[in-house]
């Protein structure tokens, strides 16, 4: 066997599963001289929820971040998550607003290109595939893992095989829940790597504690690569810590030929981050800990963070298990969805107000009737008819590919900002999230006007009237 490669996804996934995605560039920068010299076969910076964030609360651009982390990081491979035809938003896009994200997001730096369907419908994994390829990317369709009566490894491993025919350069097994368990990782690997021919890369987290368990188990089937997080980001609801695996496996036939010395030192450069977003609550305790809940729940880590904090707005932290409870039930009602964004807020935010509203479904969110209604493809398994009938009515669900029922949207996307366009990427930014975008922008020209502002010396002109002529 060869070694095992690492992505680490400290600037990326590990501080949206257990900080909500709030690190800033400025917490990144000091440490990528270091990180750019470890060997990783990538480092995750880019995509899943970084988009919004820091937008709506950093106060950042999102293609500026991407542009001086490349810099930055001129000798590792840059890798982005990619919801297939949301993209990193939270409904379906038009196929030229995908191929113009694949195109701007290789352009500004991203090498790897992770891309995933929450329903593990491919069609809606077609275009981020095709423009991925077309552009230059590494393309890296990701397979939702999860557990139900309709998903085993015979779903998985036919999944796999259909997405090599698309065109996938690596596979990705994508455990969002930590719900594979090791020796399950190990049969499925080993099938894996029998009946496919391109690398197989497997991303969990250490939500239920088996995250270290079912690496070792891979390594032993042959993955090819892992996700692993510095350890001041690991563990809890984040992924695994890179070191203790590096230090297995030394001297081993999966020796990860990383040195422990320099991961040391990048992982002080995130210490005080992790420290301080501690100490003000960014990172809850429930993050940190391990809750074997989760196989009961099937609950992953960036959606508990956010039942957490929607039962507190609600005043309602007390029903937090009642909620965990509800959500298998709900899940089940809609067709057994594997538990991703954005069907894990969709069926977590439902499941919330079934709990608050103290009874089931007397409210659905608009989310959850486009997902009834099919806007985001085919669901799993069938759902609960009655449940869907509440929902939607006699609406009439939609059986083809959703995006196809899409007409071209840049032009009117770029028609509806033009006022307000920098660069060709805020059109982009503002397809995804408008409202958010905008406030952005508005901001951004209200710094520009400022900065343009001459200085106040300080010495005041004195006119006429003032010295009483």
Request: charged residues 25%; hydrophobic residues 40%; proline residues 5%.
């Amino acid at each position: 066997m060869n070694k095992l490669n690492i992505t680490d996804t400290i600037l990326r996934d590990a501080h949206q599963s257990q900080a909500a995605t709030r690190m800033r560039i400025e917490d990144m920068l000091p440490a990528c001289e270091v990180l750019d010299s470890i060997g990783y076969w990538s480092l995750e910076v880019w995509g899943g929820a970084t988009f919004d964030s820091c937008l709506r609360f950093l106060n950042e651009d999102p293609w500026e971040r991407l542009r001086k982390l490349r810099k930055a990081l001129p000798n590792t491979k840059l890798q982005m998550l990619f919801r297939g035809q949301n993209i990193l938003g939270y409904k379906h896009y038009a196929d030229d607003v995908v191929e113009q994200f694949c195109k701007k997001s290789i352009e500004n730096g991203i090498d790897v290109v992770r891309i995933f369907d929450a329903l593990n419908d491919i069609r809606n994994l077609e275009s981020a595939i095709r423009f991925t390829k077309k552009y230059g990317g590494i393309c890296e369709p990701a397979i939702s893992y999860t557990v139900s009566p309709v998903h085993n490894e015979d779903y998985f491993v036919k999944l796999a095989k259909e997405l090599v025919q698309m065109g996938a350069d690596t596979i990705c097994i994508k455990d969002m829940a930590n719900l594979l368990l090791p020796y399950d990782a190990y049969s499925l690997i080993s099938r894996l790597k029998k009946e496919i021919n391109v690398p197989i890369h497997l991303h969990t987290h250490n939500t239920t504690g088996t995250g270290d368990m079912v690496y070792l188990m891979a390594a032993q089937a042959g993955v090819d690569i892992v996700d692993t997080a510095l350890s001041p980001f690991a563990n809890g609801t984040s992924q695994p810590a890179t070191e203790p695996l590096v230090a297995t496996l030394a001297g081993t036939e999966r020796d990860t030929g990383l040195d422990l010395l320099k991961l040391s030192e990048a992982a002080k450069f995130f210490r005080p981050v992790a420290d301080r977003m501690l100490a003000d609550g960014t990172i809850s305790a429930k993050a940190l800990g391990v809750d074997t809940n989760t196989l009961l729940y099937q609950v992953p880590g960036g959606m508990l963070s956010n039942l957490i904090s929607q039962l507190k707005e609600a005043g309602k932290s007390d029903q937090y298990y009642d909620v965990l409870a509800e959500v298998p039930r709900v899940r089940e009602d809609f067709g057994y969805p594997p538990l991703v964004t954005p069907t894990s807020q969709i069926v977590g935010t439902q499941a919330v107000l079934n709990i608050i509203n103290g009874e089931r479904y007397k409210v659905f969110t608009k989310e959850s009737k486009a997902l009834l209604r099919g806007e985001y493809g085919r669901l799993p398994a069938p759902v609960n008819e009655q449940v869907r009938r509440m929902a939607i009515g006699n609406d009439e669900v939609i059986t083809c590919r959703p995006a196809d029922l899409l007409k071209p949207e840049l032009a009117q996307y770029r028609e509806e900002i033009k006022d307000h366009i920098r660069q060709e990427e805020d059109v982009l930014s503002y397809a995804l999230f408008p409202q958010v975008a905008l406030k952005f922008f508005e901001a951004r020209e209200a710094a520009e006007r400022k900065s343009a502002e001459p200085e106040d010396s300080g010495v005041r002109t004195l006119y006429v009237e003032d010295i009483g002529a």
